[in-house]
């Protein structure tokens, strides 16, 4: 193929992007004016649209903020009742130990049913003089049943971690769960 005749297809092909461009915008000129006049009207829709969202949205956060004023409130009062269901509980608990009521002690074994250990309520708050509130519910929950922690589980492990008797029984507070010679302090069966 020559150059004059690639050039000419070139051309050609160059002419019939810029006529049929050319149709382009004459046909549509007449929709570009329409556009116009109702683009004005458009831009005057939106920002109408624009206050009124924006009216809609300051309504919304006054709500809010009264909502949140109010839950605000509602959580002092059930806050202050807390604080007083806790104090009524507290001395409830301290008159029903001055008074001789003591839980039963509590014996806990192992998932394999081979080690046991007794804790005696009677024993802590009469002989060590603790308060029931020393250890509920801040270690243990006050709940009959084997589910008497809050996380995790009761083990030798989790005790040597400072966690539920471990955290009196370290050996500053109380005898160390790590000395050997106190094991039947707490598992009077274990040989």
Same mark, same amino acid.
């Given at each position: 193929m020559n150059v004059d005749r690639i050039k000419g297809k070139v051309s050609t092909r160059i002419f019939i992007v810029f006529a049929a461009l050319a149709l382009?915008?004459? $046909?549509?000129?007449?929709?570009? $004016?329409?556009?116009?006049?109702?683009?004005?009207?458009?831009?005057?829709? $939106?920002r109408l649209d624009a206050e009124k969202a924006k009216s809609e949205a300051q309504k919304a956060m006054a709500e809010a903020e009264k909502a949140l004023t109010e839950a605000e409130a509602a959580i002092a009062i059930a806050e202050s009742h807390k604080e007083k269901a806790k104090e009524i509980k507290d001395n409830a608990m301290s008159k029903m130990v001055e008074a001789g009521y003591f839980p039963d002690d509590i014996t806990l074994e192992n998932k394999e049913g081979t080690s046991k250990a007794v804790?005696?309520?009677?024993k802590h708050t009469t002989r060590e003089k603790l308060k029931c509130m020393?250890?509920?519910?801040?270690?243990?929950?006050?709940?009959?049943?084997?589910?008497?922690?809050?996380?995790?589980?009761?083990?030798?492990?989790?005790?040597k971690k400072g966690k539920?008797?471990?955290?009196?029984?370290?050996?500053?507070?109380?005898?160390?769960?790590?000395?050997?010679?106190?094991?039947?302090?707490?598992?009077?069966?274990?040989?």
């Amino acid at each position: 193929m020559n150059v004059d005749r690639i050039k000419g297809k070139v051309s050609t092909r160059i002419f019939i992007v810029f006529a049929a461009l050319a149709l382009f915008v004459i $046909a549509s000129a007449p929709v570009m $004016a329409e556009e116009s006049v109702s683009g004005k009207d458009l831009v005057e829709k $939106a920002r109408l649209d624009a206050e009124k969202a924006k009216s809609e949205a300051q309504k919304a956060m006054a709500e809010a903020e009264k909502a949140l004023t109010e839950a605000e409130a509602a959580i002092a009062i059930a806050e202050s009742h807390k604080e007083k269901a806790k104090e009524i509980k507290d001395n409830a608990m301290s008159k029903m130990v001055e008074a001789g009521y003591f839980p039963d002690d509590i014996t806990l074994e192992n998932k394999e049913g081979t080690s046991k250990a007794v804790f005696s309520h009677k024993k802590h708050t009469t002989r060590e003089k603790l308060k029931c509130m020393e250890c509920h519910p801040k270690l243990f929950i006050m709940k009959v049943g084997k589910d008497v922690v809050k996380k995790g589980r009761l083990t030798m492990e989790e005790m040597k971690k400072g966690k539920y008797c471990g955290s009196c029984h370290n050996g500053k507070k109380a005898f160390s769960i790590n000395d050997i010679k106190h094991c039947r302090k707490c598992h009077p069966k274990s040989k």
